[in-house]
């Protein structure tokens, strides 16, 4: 097929179709228990090197807790994808976790502006980056779900966008209509937190799901973590409501208020005093490093940080958030 | 006559000539702050079958509170339905999607739009900006996009540095020569001062009306490149107090957006 042009970013995983075939023609299709903690989770899935994906929307219905322990465990070199990652970005960040980097949207945290540190990482050249969108990275993850290597997509032509990238024009075959075809990411590893999981890692989700369908079924390898565990017996009784079954599951962490302090859908709002925070100590190297150290480094785990930063009381608020109770509490 | 309310703030005029471009009936695309705010304007003033689209998946919800995040709860409050990134790309990208709202560092004459960074080392940029997330892609397949931003001549520049979302490209055909959908493009540009549209030939910005207390010199004066005249140019009207009502109790009481 003639590529009739062609960006000049890195594509910084392979994406051959018969390779990927390879590796999940060995995966696990056995129905065994995967609960474990998440530090066990980290280190047995997540390496130096790995290209990384991180489900849900940036503050909302995000893996906390694997994020942190990643930086915790002091993972670096990875690979990224910047997929309307936002507050996981700046967590990402604060332990320069990545150094290759395909964005579609860093660096700002939506409404609540833009993080000092994660812009410091990004303006210091440490990171080797390459450009996308949000649905460019979307059918990238689509393309992998579906076991094929690329997606024909009709944004980004005429911009920088594409010259930044790693996609190629080419022409539809019936039509003759240009398309810009993006090469499928199988991740290494992915993270999604989701509402509820049984031992196995089947899955459901209660909201929007973003990209988490496909990425779950892109990743090689995948933590789920869950705000419950529930039976088997539960998930055949309606398997309606499974969107990721356990055959693409590695690993499940039972982690309660574990997208804290991102939002989950009809369970918490999100904590924008504490996001606020993030943002404003992230002004300081200083003030910052004192900040990690008391919220992720010298933590145990997602409880701990969840702890120093109000416990119970905290969430009972961000749950009368959630669902609009005015004035159920003082 | 509808009352007219003199005192408003430049913002609050802003979201309501926007509100006031989305029908009842049509689909719009939007992105958090003044956007929303204009779309939530519009439905409770006057398009109440208004469709409202966020890229992470919220699919016509009636949104009860200002969100913070495109992907917040408040996106899918009594919604029609909790989809997905490519559920909401693919429906504008059918054709579906009338409207979007979107803003940027740097807008040039052609509508296209800087998001991405400020400096010519891609890798090392001077300033770094958080990039497209879904505004290339919304700019890419739906068929009005509109754009909210102050006039300054730092922001409004001839050429942008780094084209991150579509304008009309080059001008003239140079966006339908170029692969992107046929018939979709810059449609109005919102300012403090005025709103443009793009002249049907070279694509280039024009004034088409003035704000209230505005003159065009103002408009050039705070444009980084020559701005095209409208043949009638016209007043901008200003809010109406059942506007400015609903924007002030209902929407952004706590003043997020409208306080800026």
């Known amino acids: 097929m003639e590529v009739l042009d062609q960006g000049i970013g890195a594509i910084f995983t392979d994406p051959d179709a018969d390779k990927a075939r390879e590796f999940f023609r060995k995966k696990s299709r056995a129905l065994t228990p995967k609960v474990m903690s998440v530090k066990e989770a980290v280190e047995k899935f997540v390496h130096d090197g790995d290209y990384l994906c991180i489900g849900g929307f940036g503050a909302n219905r995000i893996p906390t807790a694997v994020c942190h322990e990643i930086v915790r465990q002091g993972r670096k070199n990875m690979g990224f994808a910047g997929h309307t990652s936002t507050h996981d970005f700046q967590i990402l960040c604060a332990g320069e976790v990545f150094d290759k980097l395909d964005v579609a949207y860093i660096v700002g945290l939506e409404a609540r502006g833009l993080s000092p540190n994660a812009r410091r990482y990004m303006e210091s050249g440490k990171v080797k980056v390459s450009e996308w969108t949000n649905y460019s990275l979307s059918v990238r993850f689509k393309a992998a779900a579906a076991g094929v290597s690329f997606y024909p997509a009709r944004n980004v032509m005429g911009t920088d966008t594409f010259k930044y990238s790693g996609a190629k024009i080419i022409q539809c075959p019936f039509t003759g209509t240009k398309y810009a075809a993006m090469p499928a990411i199988w991740p290494d590893v992915a993270a999604i937190h989701v509402h509820e999981a049984d031992i196995y890692g089947n899955c459901r989700i209660r909201g929007i799901t973003v990209s988490d369908l496909d990425v779950a079924r892109a990743a090689k390898r995948l933590i789920i973590t869950c705000e419950r565990l529930i039976q088997n017996d539960e998930i055949r009784r309606d398997p309606s409501y499974t969107v990721i079954p356990y055959w693409c599951v590695d690993a499940v962490c039972e982690v309660p208020y574990g997208s804290y302090p991102g939002n989950m859908y009809g369970e918490y709002f999100s904590d924008e005093d504490h996001l606020r925070e993030w943002l404003k100590v992230e002004q300081d190297p200083d003030e910052f490093k004192r900040f990690l150290d008391k919220n992720i480094y010298s933590c145990k785990d997602h409880f701990e940080y969840i702890e120093k930063n109000g416990g119970m009381h905290k969430l009972l608020k961000l749950r009368e958030k959630e669902f609009m109770f005015t004035k159920a509490r003082d | ?260």
């Open chain 2, 1 to 260: 006559m509808t009352e007219r309310m003199a005192d408003y703030n430049t913002m609050e005029l802003m979201i309501c000539t926007a509100a006031r471009e989305l029908e009842d009936g049509a689909s719009v695309g939007v992105g958090t702050g003044a956007p929303c705010a204009a779309a939530m304007l519009a439905q409770k003033a006057h398009s109440p079958n208004l469709v409202i689209l966020f890229e992470a998946g919220g699919a016509a919800p009636l949104i009860p509170e200002m969100p913070i995040s495109v992907g917040d709860s408040r996106t899918t409050w009594k919604a029609i339905m909790a989809s997905g990134m490519c559920e909401i790309m693919e429906t504008a990208c059918r054709g579906m999607l009338d409207y979007t709202f979107l803003g940027g560092a740097q807008i040039d004459m052609y509508g296209n739009l800087n998001s991405t960074r400020i400096g010519p080392d891609h890798q090392k940029p001077k300033v770094r900006f958080p990039g497209s997330g879904g505004a290339n892609d919304f700019a890419s397949f739906c068929w009005r996009m509109m754009v909210m931003t102050p006039q300054d001549p730092k922001r409004f520049v001839e050429r942008v540095s780094y084209i991150t979302t579509p304008g009309w490209l080059e001008g003239g055909d140079s966006r339908a020569k170029s692969g992107l959908p046929l018939g979709a493009g810059p449609y109005k540009i919102i300012t403090n001062m005025a709103v443009m549209d793009f002249e049907p030939e070279s694509k280039r910005m024009r004034i088409i009306a003035i704000n209230p207390g505005y003159s065009e010199k103002d408009v050039q004066d705070n444009c980084g490149f020559e701005l095209l005249k409208a043949p009638k140019i016209v007043e901008n009207p200003p809010p109406t107090a059942e506007e400015l009502a609903i924007l002030r109790d209902q929407i952004d009481p706590y003043r997020y957006v409208i306080g800026r």
